[in-house]
């Protein structure tokens, strides 16, 4: 079932315009196409009683792994997946994607799958209950070397995505049956929130504060506050 979502979401995103400041766009559904795919098989069978949702890759992030949040560290040791990352057609030569070899840290990533961890302790306990993906699969720099986010495109640029986006939302949505749609920040949320509208009766949705350094109140204790977001929800 995640298969032939992702396979659609590749086809329907395949030759969306973006222009200037936006310059390069990866797709990691392509180029990191097998680790994602372990993550599926291990991780993405449903149902799941709380679907996490994030916004889109980051760069040294999902971006060099394929795996949504994908600090290089936390899904090699923590989610003990690792597999082949090729390459964009067109790469930024201030963001490449060296996979595995990455570096750099993603600290949206740490801070997630940290807080998994900790609370949790292995990746079993976790995914019993837990499921997290993002919104769009895509990447988007600027000439800069830039990350820009898909809700700082331009209308239309951000509509045509949106529709593929929203599509492949609630296919997983479907697939996964959670009790608890949450949105890993406000935009996320808002994505939710059309997908379903209206909100079925026994489906929560609501939001989480995003863990990126960018997020002024993410850089204080964001765990802490991950936890009192989700018990605002009903989420034990």
Not at 85 to 100: I, S, Y
Not at 125 to 153: M, Q, S
Not at 200 to 229: F, I, T
């Amino acid at each position: 079932m995640l298969n032939q979502i992702t396979d659609d979401l590749i086809r329907d995103l395949d030759g969306l315009p973006f222009g200037p400041p936006v310059t390069y766009v990866y797709n990691p559904l392509v180029y990191a196409r097998a680790p994602w795919d372990v993550y599926c098989e291990r991780y993405g069978v449903g149902p799941r009683e709380v679907l996490l949702v994030g916004l889109n890759p980051g760069p040294f992030g999902m971006a060099q792994v394929g795996v949504p949040f994908g600090e290089v560290s936390m899904v090699r040791d923590w989610l003990r997946i690792e597999a082949p990352v090729g390459k964009p057609p067109l790469e930024h030569p201030k963001r490449p994607v060296l996979g595995f070899a990455c570096r750099r840290s993603e600290v949206s990533g740490a801070r997630l799958w940290g807080w998994a961890r900790e609370r949790f302790g292995t990746p079993a306990h976790f995914f019993r209950r837990f499921i997290v993906t993002n919104y769009c699969p895509l990447v988007f720099i600027e000439a800069t070397g830039a990350n820009r986010t898909p809700d700082k495109l331009p209308a239309a640029e951000r509509e045509p995505l949106a529709a593929a986006c929203d599509r492949a939302l609630r296919r997983t949505i479907d697939h996964f049956q959670p009790r608890f749609v949450v949105g890993v920040g406000k935009f996320a949320e808002q994505r939710i929130r059309a997908v379903l509208a209206p909100v079925p009766a026994g489906v929560v949705v609501g939001s989480v504060p995003h863990p990126s350094p960018a997020n002024p109140l993410a850089n204080a204790g964001w765990a802490a506050q991950m936890d009192r977001a989700l018990a605002g929800l009903g989420v034990a």
